[in-house]
Nanobody, 123 residues
Framework: QVQLVESGGGLVQAGGSLRLSCAAS????????MGWFRQAPGKEREFVAA????????LYADSVKGRFSISRDNAKNTVYLQMNSLKAEDTAVYYCAAGSQLVSYTPSRYDYWGQGTQVTVSS
């Protein structure tokens, strides 16, 4: 089973930046589409960004496009989410996910999930 561990969350002021990292176990990382999702209290989990297995394709939610950037380093088995110009509404637990198909907005298309890392943006 693939294990995913997120890190990099924390408290930041509105307008600030954070970079989240997701470290994956195993030797098949390069075979997976990787995504980031988030879930705020009382809300459903929502798509944030995804990157294809080889890094050639990316997908972003409209709410973060232009502010967030997803990337991956397959040699390090790690995917990143660079978050700039953070807003209070970005506050959520952020989850890393791995899937075996093309980049997707849908959580059910991903097979493995990390435990999440808290991002809190103060205003």
């Amino acid at each position: 089973q693939v294990q995913l561990v997120e890190s990099g969350g924390g408290l930041v002021q509105a307008g600030g930046s954070l970079r989240l990292s997701c470290a994956a176990s195993g030797r098949t990382f390069s075979s997976y589409t990787m995504g980031w999702f988030r879930q705020a209290p009382g809300k459903e989990r929502e798509f944030v960004a995804a990157v294809s297995a080889r890094g050639g394709s990316t997908l972003y939610a409209d709410s973060v496009k232009g502010r967030f950037s997803i990337s991956r380093d397959n040699a390090k088995n790690t995917v990143y989410l660079q978050m700039n110009s953070l807003k209070a509404e970005d506050t959520a637990v952020y989850y890393c996910a791995a899937g075996s198909q093309l980049v997707s907005y849908t959580p059910s298309r991903y097979d493995y999930w990390g435990q999440g890392t808290q991002v809190t943006v103060s205003s």
